[in-house]
């Protein structure tokens, strides 16, 4: 009952390892590189959710010195950084993107293990 109890006060850090997880695997086991930029974005999103959940205070304030000197703050650089983390990700995501449709446009496919057959029949260049 107690582990029960505990997990269900850490829910967020724990969604955000099974969504790793889950992006892992999406990687891993997936020939198709659409689906590896998928894996990839979800990955992703469980950091960001893994740094969101380190920088919240149950009670907390915005960071915004007033009247109430005794209140206890959030600290906003977790969401700082996720938001750069944020602009970098879909920058990452567009540049793969991109370069997924030149590869589609080259060998006519997505699949990474038909790509590598037809390199292999390729000769050296």
Same mark, same amino acid.
């Given at each position: 009952?107690?582990? $029960?109890?505990?997990?269900?006060?850490?829910?967020?850090?724990?969604? *955000?390892?099974?969504?790793?997880?889950?992006?892992?695997?999406?990687?891993? @086991?997936?020939?198709?590189?659409?689906?590896?930029?998928?894996?990839?974005? $979800?990955?992703?999103?469980?950091?960001?959710?893994?740094?969101v959940?380190?920088?919240?205070?149950?009670?907390?304030?915005?960071?915004?010195?007033?009247?109430?000197?005794?209140? $206890?703050?959030?600290?906003?650089?977790?969401?700082?950084?996720?938001? @750069?983390?944020?602009?970098?990700? $879909?920058s990452?995501? *567009?540049?793969?993107?991109?370069?997924?449709?030149?590869?589609?446009?080259?060998?006519?496919?997505?699949?990474?293990?038909?790509?590598?057959?037809?390199?292999?029949?390729?000769?050296?260049?």
């Amino acid at each position: 009952m107690e582990l $029960i109890n505990e997990l269900l006060d850490h829910i967020n850090y724990v969604g *955000a390892a099974v969504l790793f997880v889950i992006g892992l695997y999406t990687v891993l @086991t997936h020939s198709n590189l659409l689906k590896k930029v998928i894996g990839i974005n $979800i990955m992703e999103t469980s950091v960001f959710l893994f740094f969101v959940s380190i920088g919240y205070v149950a009670g907390g304030e915005a960071p915004i010195i007033g009247e109430n000197s005794d209140a $206890i703050y959030v600290n906003p650089l977790p969401s700082i950084i996720i938001l @750069t983390g944020i602009v970098v990700a $879909i920058s990452l995501t *567009a540049y793969a993107l991109s370069l997924i449709i030149r590869i589609y446009d080259e060998y006519g496919t997505l699949d990474m293990d038909e790509i590598m057959e037809i390199r292999s029949d390729l000769p050296n260049e």
